[in-house]
């Protein structure tokens, strides 16, 4: 654990080097470490958010939703470190919360000024800081954006203030086999493209 801690400090490190304009330093990193009060609860939003969706789209049974959600909880039990990037100075994330349901995905409030955007964008390229810099000590990571971070239970536990909008989940472990990198275009040519220009 401590290695995937001191890690996860040295790919902070590295996560701010992100452009931002206006010098806003708009993302802030928060780590959660399995074992730990806040991953369990962590844990505990991730099972209630899958059952209520699946339960939600009767994809099947109550018993086989439950086993689902269950199976959801165990396999992030398993990873040894999260972390929370946010953005701050967006618009209201928390409207539309509902006291009855903190499970409940919040409507979706994207960037809507030209400031918002590019502080979002500046927190991306922090997160995309983070992964090279876990990939480089070895570390395996995932970008997650899932329902479960659209939630008031999950703003409630990473302390999102109502402006504060979650970019990001990163799950951080060792991971038991490199993935094949799958490309659907062509490197030369249609990812990059030369521009030629004759007046």
């Not at 806040?38 to 099972?47: K, N, P, T, V």
Request: some cysteine; charged content about 25%.
């Amino acid at each position: 654990i401590a290695v995937t801690v001191d890690a996860i400090l040295r790919g902070v490190e590295c996560a701010v080097t992100a452009p931002n304009h206006k010098i806003t330093e708009p993302t802030t990193f928060h780590r959660i470490v399995t074992p730990s009060a806040a991953s369990e609860r962590l844990l505990d939003i991730a099972y209630e958010v899958t059952l209520q969706r699946l339960l939600d789209n009767k994809l099947s049974g109550e018993e086989a939703c439950r086993s689902e959600a269950a199976r959801k909880r165990e396999k992030w039990g398993s990873i040894p470190a999260f972390v929370v990037a946010t953005v701050s100075g967006m618009g209201d994330q928390s409207s539309g919360a509902s006291e009855e349901d903190s499970y409940k995905e919040l409507p979706y409030a994207p960037p809507t000024t030209i400031r918002q955007m590019e502080d979002y964008a500046s927190a991306c390229a922090s997160i995309q800081n983070l992964l090279l810099s876990l990939h480089s000590e070895g570390l395996g990571s995932k970008w997650a954006t899932g329902p479960v971070i659209r939630t008031p239970a999950f703003r409630d536990l990473i302390g999102c203030e109502q402006k504060d909008m979650v970019v990001g989940l990163i799950m951080v472990g060792w991971p038991k086999r490199l993935p094949r990198m799958r490309r659907r275009r062509e490197l030369e040519g249609d990812v990059l493209r030369d521009i030629d220009y004759d007046e």
